[in-house]
């Protein structure tokens, strides 16, 4: 029996293999690009390591494909076969990682808050519990997650400014940005190196509409995060957003051609940053050139691909934009098989949510704006539930706007871009279809005051 650097009993064969799994944990925090190589390492040290098969495994699922899901089943495999002779916190995260593979992640997510109850410094529990509880949706538990266990983390243990960066995040997901802010900034400053609480400001600044603080927070030289993993191209995507709410199109694209959209990437977080910034791009009435048809020929690899519902509705945006009528149709047929599967969360999001989107998105690309419209009206409160964050989901906001407004539904644009440049006040996009709808119902002067809200 050994101990982790915050303390934790490990079971191992290998002393090497303990300090080499903090290691681990500390690139995986950190989003680096040789967490695989350390994570190799750390197994070559002790291959039937449970808690290093149960981090390979979780990393595995953490792709977000079904891809890499018989590693993770392998991992499975080994670290079950040796469980019996660890600790009762190994073995729940060995049967946490179980329904993490099964998509029962409501379960996973109840197993890791019991460790975190016994031990509320496992990291590993911790991370995967918040970074499941945002691809769900539930703003109050990536708050109150982590509050139920900072009090634990004083400023002698080992990775606290992750704790505070996730709380910061969490702060920030249920509105509390004044809080968000302060903590998170507190977290950078403990470790300039934690991309998620770098992450959680920028989102704070987002929410705000402080876009020029925005961009001097996320302002970096280009080869500033290299070593990094695919998290880098989403800060690029949320330095993008604040040029994008200014009307300032060519930096977009700019950021777009070599910062965040790697060609041919079909990792999850890629497509999703660079179909939601296409779309927003077009909305706009930005000519994005020939850039969905690359985007288009990686999401038609992911048809049957699911994991993660808001991936899903990403590639659809993608298939539906770039005119692939038979693979959209074929995506939808695939996620009505899938959503019949049963204790899987994602599954569970399909008749509800996910479908209902994906149909409108077609609809829109179709022109037809009404049906469009009236699939997304309905359920515009119930997206959460397909994960991503507030200022991820906006897209589909924008989505029912616009449709409204091609529908010829300008009673209803009217109201919704009312609402929407109360919770965007620095969108210049936003104020002037404001504008254009008053002007078409009749109310000039409101447009023309509208319209002094651009610059």
């Not at 603080?213 to 949320?238: F, T, V, Y």
């Not at 695939?334 to 994906?358: E, H, K």
């Not at 515009?380 to 906006?394: E, F, K």
């Not at 924008?398 to 609402?419: H, T």
Request: proline share 3%; net charge negative.
């Amino acid at each position: 029996m050994h101990t982790d650097e915050r303390g934790l009993p490990v079971t191992a064969a290998n002393p090497d293999a303990v300090s080499l799994m903090d290691d681990t944990i500390r690139s995986f925090l950190e989003y680096r690009a040789d967490t695989p190589d350390k994570l190799g390492r750390m197994l070559e040290a002790d291959p039937d390591f449970v808690m290093g098969q149960c981090l390979k495994g979780y990393l595995m699922m953490m792709f977000g494909t079904v891809k890499t899901h018989d590693d993770a089943r392998a991992s499975l495999e080994i670290a079950s076969r040796h469980a019996e002779k660890t600790t009762p916190r190994e073995q729940a995260h060995v049967s946490a990682l179980r329904a993490y593979l099964s998509g029962d992640i409501r379960h996973a997510c109840l197993i890791w808050d019991d460790i975190l109850a016994e031990h509320p410094r496992d990291i590993v529990a911790l991370r995967l519990n918040h970074f499941k509880t945002f691809w769900m949706g539930r703003s109050a538990g990536l708050r109150d997650g982590i509050a139920r266990v900072i009090d634990d983390w004083d400023d002698g243990v080992p990775g606290r400014g992750f704790v505070q960066g996730m709380y910061a995040f969490g702060l920030e997901e249920a509105g509390e940005y004044a809080a968000a802010e302060a903590m998170g900034k507190q977290a950078f400053e403990a470790n300039k190196d934690d991309m998620w609480a770098i992450h959680a400001v920028a989102h704070v600044l987002e929410m705000q509409g402080r876009l020029d603080d925005g961009i001097e927070w996320l302002s970096r030289p280009a080869d500033a995060w290299d070593d990094r993993n695919a998290m880098k191209g989403h800060l690029w995507w949320h330095l993008a957003m604040y040029y994008v709410e200014k009307g300032d199109y060519d930096q977009v694209l700019r950021l777009y051609d070599t910062a965040f959209r790697p060609e041919g990437s079909d990792f999850y977080l890629d497509i999703q940053n660079a179909a939601s910034m296409l779309y927003r791009l077009e909305f706009q009435g930005v000519d994005i050139g020939d850039r969905w048809t690359e985007l288009a020929d990686v999401c038609e690899t992911r048809v049957e691909d699911h994991t993660l519902a808001f991936t899903d509705l990403h590639v659809m945006l993608a298939l539906a934009r770039d005119g692939r009528d038979k693979a959209a149709g074929q995506l939808l047929e695939s996620l009505r098989a899938y959503g019949n599967r049963a204790d899987n969360y994602a599954a569970a999001t399909m008749n509800p949510v996910t479908i209902p989107i994906c149909e409108a998105i077609v609809a829109y690309n179709k022109q037809d704006y009404k049906a469009a419209f009236e699939q997304l009206l309905p359920i515009r409160h119930d997206l959460a539930c397909v994960g991503g964050s507030h200022a991820q989901r906006d897209v589909f906001a924008q989505l029912l706007i616009v449709a409204a407004i091609k529908a010829g539904r300008d009673g209803q644009a009217r109201a919704l871009l009312a609402e929407r440049v109360h919770s965007h006040p620095n969108s210049q996009g936003s104020w002037l279809l404001y504008a254009d709808t008053l002007e078409r119902t009749g109310q000039a002067d409101r447009a023309a005051a509208a319209r002094t809200n651009l610059h």
